[in-house]
C-alpha cells in the first residue's frame, strides 16, 4: 500500500490547527475569559448580596447600584492589571531560566547531556535510545534549550505571550459578564426584588460560562458547568450571610 507523503507550510499547519483542533482565539484565551469572567460575576453579585443582607431598608436602591458598579470597575482594572503582571512575569522567568540553559549548554555539555538522557529513561526510553535521542536534540542547541525548559524546570514557552492582550481580555471578560448581576438594579420597577432577580441573571450568566467552557474544553458537561456554579453559588451566599449576620 502505497501512502501519500504530507506536508506542511506554515499557513496550511495553521488551517489544520482550526479545522482539525478547533483552535481558535476563544481556545487561545480561555484562561483569561474563565478567570476575569467568573470573578465578575461573583464578586460583583457579592457585593450587592451582601450590602442587601445587611438591611434593605437602610442601603437606599442607588447606593447599592453605585457600590456595585465601583466594585465592577475597580475590582476589573485590578483583575487586568494583575493578569498582565502575571503574564509579564511568567514571560520574564522563562527568559531568565533560557540564558541560564543556553550557557550551561555551552560550558557544562557533559552535564546537560547526562540529564537530558535521565529524563528521557524517566519518560520511558531504555538506555540507549535515550543516549541516541539526546545526541539527536542536542544537535539543534535551541531545540534541547527549550526541551530542559520543559522537562527539567516545567516551563512553557511564552513566546507568543503578549501580557497586555491577556490583561485586557481579563477585564473585558470580568466587566462584561459582572455587569450582568447589577442589571435589575438599572430597573426601579423590579427594585423590591432586585436581589433575587440578581441571583437568577447570575446563576444564568454562570451557567452561559460553563456551557462555554464545556464547549472549548469538551469535558464532562456536569463537570464544566458544576464547577463554575458551585464557585460561585458558595461566594454569593456567604457574601449575603455575612451581611446578614451584621443586620
Same mark, same amino acid.
Given at each position: 500500500?502505497v501512502?501519500?507523503?504530507?506536508s506542511?507550510?506554515?499557513?496550511?499547519?495553521? @488551517?489544520? %490547527? #482550526?479545522? +482539525?483542533h478547533g483552535?481558535?482565539v476563544?481556545?487561545?484565551?480561555?484562561r483569561?475569559?474563565?478567570y476575569?469572567?467568573?470573578?465578575? $460575576?461573583?464578586?460583583?453579585?457579592?457585593?450587592?448580596?451582601?450590602?442587601?443582607?445587611i438591611?434593605t431598608?437602610?442601603?437606599?436602591?442607588?447606593?447599592?447600584?453605585?457600590l456595585?458598579?465601583?466594585?465592577?470597575?475597580?475590582?476589573?482594572?485590578?483583575?487586568g492589571?494583575?493578569?498582565?503582571?502575571?503574564?509579564?512575569?511568567? @514571560? #520574564? *522567568?522563562?527568559?531568565?531560566?533560557?540564558?541560564?540553559?543556553?550557557?550551561?549548554?555551552k +560550558?557544562?555539555? #557533559?552535564?546537560e547531556?547526562?540529564?537530558?538522557e535521565? $529524563?528521557?529513561?524517566?519518560?520511558?526510553?531504555?538506555?540507549?535510545?535515550?543516549?541516541? %535521542?539526546?545526541k539527536?536534540?542536542?544537535?539543534?542547541?535551541?531545540?534541547?534549550?527549550e526541551?530542559?525548559?520543559?522537562?527539567?524546570?516545567?516551563?512553557?514557552?511564552?513566546?507568543?505571550?503578549?501580557?497586555?492582550?491577556?490583561?485586557?481580555?481579563?477585564?473585558?471578560?470580568? $466587566?462584561?459578564?459582572?455587569?450582568?448581576?447589577?442589571?435589575?438594579?438599572?430597573?426601579? #420597577?423590579?427594585? +423590591?426584588?432586585?436581589?433575587?432577580?440578581?441571583?437568577?441573571?447570575?446563576l444564568?450568566?454562570?451557567i452561559l460560562?460553563?456551557?462555554?467552557r464545556?464547549w *472549548?474544553?469538551q469535558?464532562?458537561?456536569? @463537570?464544566?458547568?458544576?464547577?463554575?456554579?458551585?464557585?460561585?453559588?458558595?461566594?454569593?451566599?456567604?457574601?449575603?450571610?455575612?451581611?446578614?449576620?451584621?443586620k
Amino acid at each position: 500500500m502505497v501512502t501519500k507523503k504530507i506536508s506542511y507550510t506554515p499557513q496550511s499547519f495553521q @488551517k489544520h %490547527l #482550526q479545522s +482539525e483542533h478547533g483552535f481558535s482565539v476563544f481556545k487561545q484565551n480561555l484562561r483569561e475569559i474563565i478567570y476575569g469572567a467568573n470573578d465578575g $460575576i461573583v464578586t460583583t453579585f457579592a457585593v450587592v448580596a451582601g450590602f442587601s443582607g445587611i438591611n434593605t431598608g437602610q442601603i437606599s436602591f442607588g447606593v447599592l447600584l453605585v457600590l456595585g458598579l465601583a466594585n465592577l470597575f475597580a475590582d476589573g482594572l485590578s483583575m487586568g492589571l494583575g493578569s498582565f503582571l502575571s503574564s509579564r512575569s511568567a @514571560k #520574564q *522567568v522563562y527568559q531568565n531560566e533560557a540564558k541560564k540553559h543556553a550557557k550551561y549548554i555551552k +560550558e557544562d555539555y #557533559q552535564n546537560e547531556f547526562a540529564e537530558t538522557e535521565f $529524563i528521557l529513561t524517566q519518560k520511558g526510553y531504555g538506555k540507549q535510545d535515550a543516549t541516541d %535521542l539526546t545526541k539527536l536534540i542536542s544537535s539543534n542547541p535551541l531545540f534541547w534549550q527549550e526541551f530542559m525548559l520543559k522537562y527539567e524546570l516545567g516551563l512553557e514557552s511564552h513566546d507568543d505571550t503578549n501580557p497586555i492582550k491577556d490583561g485586557l481580555v481579563t477585564f473585558l471578560a470580568f $466587566i462584561s459578564f459582572g455587569s450582568i448581576p447589577l442589571i435589575p438594579y438599572l430597573l426601579p #420597577q423590579l427594585a +423590591e426584588f432586585s436581589l433575587i432577580y440578581s441571583a437568577v441573571i447570575s446563576l444564568l450568566a454562570l451557567i452561559l460560562l460553563g456551557l462555554c467552557r464545556w464547549w *472549548v474544553t469538551q469535558e464532562k458537561l456536569y @463537570k464544566a458547568v458544576g464547577e463554575i456554579l458551585i464557585v460561585g453559588v458558595l461566594a454569593g451566599s456567604v457574601a449575603w450571610l455575612v451581611g446578614f449576620l451584621f443586620k
